[in-house]
């Protein structure tokens, strides 16, 4: 009896009669012989088609199909030392399930360049392309990963609105919806809400779900929507706790990727490298001094910017490190939700970067209502707007700190892909809102 096969990976020589299904990749005409390479989500199998053996019907229809219609393909399995699964199938019967138009929008095998744009504009082509199809089944992995790491640890997860009166990173990087006649705001980061948790009794909680941001920047890693993966924990005693919390999941996760991913990497044709333990904590003004070093003039405050930590990336890889913290900011180059440390122009923040790009920012939070209002005062933030907040501290909040991880971000730069669209199946930015 035929088996119906969705992966044709797993057929064998012995198999007898299979069905599998898929898409075709490519037909070989020989003259006396015909190949039709059959691709499915796991990978291809060959069926052959020896003109004397097969029905003329049959061979006349299935070898003239155009490249990526859709069949389910019924026949004898029979050893092959030709094809790398060290089989083929001599096809007895098929069914045309969908026929493909010509020409293909982009090509699927061929050995061109494609442009980033056009690969999105056909993605459910470009997602044919086993390599591209790699980092989405990586990425799902990450996910299940950072789920057990973070449930290991004893942190809950939890989903906060995504709809909004106000937003946490400030009001320049807001997309304003209508909500029923008044404004309201997507989600930047889950910030606020994972802070006011904080002095429920969740002690630990965790997120990962989209956030958005009115970001007008054109860059390989901003986009206006990602995945964000938020911790917040209570009870820490510094920020160093946050630190060594996230080298610990990040073990497991990186770990996990290289163990259970080792199919996904080797359809990219990568390997991951665990980073080193643990990450050396830089201070912003060992970054300025490394940047201003490889060129640039930033001044004591500047942001690092793309170029300076692309500089502080380089200089770290020469040592050895792929991940790095950077710690020591000046308080007033980060949110009013973080701690400032007393006598110091600096704050209880860190960015955590990964070969020379910033995939995490974290801290300490300020969990003392009155020091609280006077920093929002002094950002000129007006308090009544974040009255739902600002209760949850009035009324015993622990001391707790926390990360925000951009999980594209993360995985482009294991996998050293040059743009964070790679990882998102339908990036939005300034300039794509479709498909
Ligand atoms: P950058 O300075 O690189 O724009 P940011 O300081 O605005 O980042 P945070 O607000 O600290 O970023 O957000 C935490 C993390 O979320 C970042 O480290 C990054 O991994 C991710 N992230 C933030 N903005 C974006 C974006 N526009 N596109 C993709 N990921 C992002």
Redesign the pocket.
């Known amino acids: 009896m035929a088996v119906n096969n969705r992966d044709s990976s797993t057929v064998k020589a012995g198999d007898g009669t299979v069905t599998v299904s898929g898409w075709i990749q490519e037909t070989r005409n020989l003259g006396g012989i015909s190949f039709v390479i059959l691709r499915d989500r796991h990978g291809t199998i060959q069926l052959t088609l020896p003109k004397k053996k097969v029905d003329p019907e049959l061979f006349a229809s299935l070898t003239t199909l155009s490249r990526e219609s859709v069949v389910t393909v019924t026949g004898e399995v029979k050893e092959s030392n030709q094809t790398d699964l060290g089989v083929e199938i001599i096809p007895s019967s098929f069914t045309l399930e969908s026929e493909a138009a010509v020409p293909l929008p982009m090509g699927v095998v061929d050995k061109v360049n494609v442009e980033m744009d056009t690969r999105l504009n056909n993605r459910f082509m470009d997602l044919r392309k086993p390599e591209v199809r790699a980092v989405f089944e990586l990425k799902s992995l990450m996910v299940r990963l950072i789920t057990e790491a973070m449930e290991d640890r004893d942190f809950v997860q939890v989903n906060t609105p995504k709809i909004g009166a106000s937003g946490a ?1 400030g009001g320049a990087t807001l997309f304003k919806v209508d909500y029923f006649g008044k404004p309201a705001y997507l989600a930047q ?1 889950p910030q606020l809400y994972k802070q006011i948790l904080m002095s429920s009794g969740l002690d630990r909680v965790f997120e990962m779900a989209p956030a958005f ?1 009115a ?1 007008n920047s054109n860059t390989n ?4 929507e ?1 995945i ?1 993966f938020d911790g917040e924990m209570s009870w820490i005693e510094s920020m160093e706790d946050v630190m060594s919390m996230i080298e610990d999941v990040m073990d497991s996760v990186i770990t996990g990727l290289k163990e259970r991913g080792a199919k996904w990497l080797k359809a990219m044709d990568k390997d991951i490298s665990i980073p080193k333990r643990p990450y050396p904590r830089l201070t912003y003004s060992d970054c300025l001094e490394m940047a201003n070093a490889g060129g640039l003039s930033l001044k004591d405050g500047d942001d690092l910017g793309i170029e300076g930590e692309k500089i502080v990336g380089e200089v770290m890889s020469q040592k050895g490190y792929d991940m790095y913290f950077i710690t020591e900011y000046p308080e007033e180059a980060k949110p009013f939700y973080i701690m400032e440390k007393d006598g110091t122009p600096y704050c209880y923040s860190f960015d955590l970067d990964c070969k020379g790009q ?4 974290g801290g300490q939070r300020e969990h003392r209502y009155d020091r609280l209002t006077a920093r929002m005062q002094r950002f000129d933030l007006d308090t009544e707007d974040f009255a739902f907040y600002l209760d949850a501290f009035r009324y015993g909040m622990p001391p707790h700190g926390g990360w ?3 999980i ?2 993360l995985l482009v730069k294991l996998l050293d892909l040059p743009n ?1 669209r790679e990882a998102i199946l339908f990036p939005r930015d300034p300039s794509r809102l479709s498909p």
């Open positions: 990173e980061s941001r970001e890693r901003h986009v206006t990602f964000s910033e995939i995490s920012s925000g991880i951009g594209e971000r964070v």
